[in-house]
Structure formats: C-alpha cells, structure tokens
C-alpha cells in the first residue's frame, strides 16, 4: 500500500538542499528498513512508500521524488517496465535499483533504462548508504556543469562533472565499463575473467580487457591463484 511521509511538492531552484525519495518494495518491512536507511542521511527525505508498480507510478505522479528505490520483483509488473510507463508519462526522476535479480539480461535492461545505479540485495545501510551519497554529489556536479566545449559534454554524460581521472581505452563503452564496476564491486571475494563474462552476459576477452583496465587505473586488485597445472589464474577484486 503506498504511504506518504512528507507533504510538500518539488522544490524550485537549480540544486536542492534535500533529495525527495520514493521506497518501492512489495514487502512492507524491507521497504521500512529502506526508509529507515534513507533517512539516516541528512541530503535525503523519504516522501513515501509503494508496494506495486501501479502504486509505484501513482505516487511519483503525486508526490514528485526526485530518487526512486525500486524493487524489481513487483507483484503486478516488473520493475523496469515501471521504468518505461514513468518515462512515457514525462517523469524524469532518477531511478536506482535494489532487488536480488542477478540475471545479466536484467542488469543490462537496467542499464538500457538508464537506472543510476544497482544494489543487489541483501544490503546494510553502509552499502546504500555509499551508492547514495555517491548519487548526491554527481547530482550536485551536473546541476552546477557548464557546458563550454565537448569535454564538458562528456562529462555531463559521464555523469560527472568532474574530469575522470583516466579516459578509458579506445573501444571500451562507459557502459560497459560500470557494469563491469558495479559486477565486481557487488562480487563476495575475487572474480575471474570468466566468471565476470558469465555474470554479465560479454564475452570473456572483453570482461578480462575492462579488469586489467580497472587494474592499471589503481581500481581493482589482481591475485593469482595456482592450480595443479597450467598458468596461475587471475583473479580480480574492486578496491575500496
């Protein structure tokens, strides 16, 4: 059933003190922890709950979120199709998704909609919490961006406003690159070419390019691990 825990509307001005935020979740108490999350950080303000895609997509109309934590196992549609009827109807609120779907055609459709960011669940408050105040300071730089030449354009389009600290190699997709992140970021302990390529649905030359771009760049760590013959594996983990 929705709830609705503030009662105000969009405010105006190019960046807001405080990011209005709808918790979608078809269990009520998972959706209470979220919103207990959420309101541990002062940038951010609950302003309601949803329990179906339908509740989801009438609540944005009337409360206006700026973020919408999204569950994707909704009991009368999936998630990203919530995605698309929000975008049809004109909503531009960003959406990040936290469900337990790990196939890698749903985070590559999540991706395609053009989500913020994706928690697999189960997650602590120190992992939302993370991912959320990462959201708030790329909304900050693309609100305070100017745009002067192409540079500035790729950065808008990053999602940062900020100059990357390494352009990525040419062939390589920002798309790719951050499913790659987020793939090694979300892993329990190290993850090998192969099994980044199987969790992401590329091919296995192309998972292990990005990991040994993410090794020379200082993000990811390389172990090797030794087996009863042949050449050692390598193994990849994101580090913090």
Do not use: N
């Amino acid at each position: 059933m929705m709830g609705r825990t503030g009662g105000r509307g969009r405010r105006s001005g190019p960046v807001q003190e405080t990011i209005d935020v709808l918790v979608v979740d078809d269990d009520f108490m998972v959706a209470r922890v979220h919103r207990t999350y959420v309101d541990r950080l002062a940038a951010f303000r609950v302003v309601g709950t949803a329990g179906t895609g339908a509740e989801a997509i009438t609540a944005v109309g009337e409360l206006r979120p700026d973020l919408v934590l999204l569950d994707l196992y909704l009991p009368d549609v999936f998630g990203l199709d919530v995605v698309s009827r929000l975008r049809a109807d004109g909503h531009d609120c960003d959406v990040m998704v936290v469900s337990a779907a790990r196939e890698a055609d749903t985070v590559r459709g999540a991706v395609r909609h053009g989500v913020v960011d994706y928690l697999l669940k189960p997650f602590g408050y120190e992992e939302l919490r993370a991912r959320l105040e990462r959201y708030a300071a790329r909304r900050v730089s693309l609100h305070a961006a100017v745009v002067r030449g192409q540079a500035d354009v790729d950065r808008v389009l990053a999602g940062t406003a900020a100059p990357p600290a390494r352009p990525l190699p040419k062939g390589m997709s920002v798309e790719t690159a951050e499913l790659i992140e987020r793939t090694l970021r979300d892993a329990e302990g190290t993850l090998s070419a192969t099994e980044c390529a199987a969790r992401t649905g590329i091919s296995r030359v192309s998972a292990r390019r990005y990991l040994e771009h993410f090794h020379s760049t200082g993000s990811a760590d390389v172990s090797l691990r030794y087996g009863a013959a042949g050449r050692p594996e390598r193994r990849y983990t994101w580090r913090p």
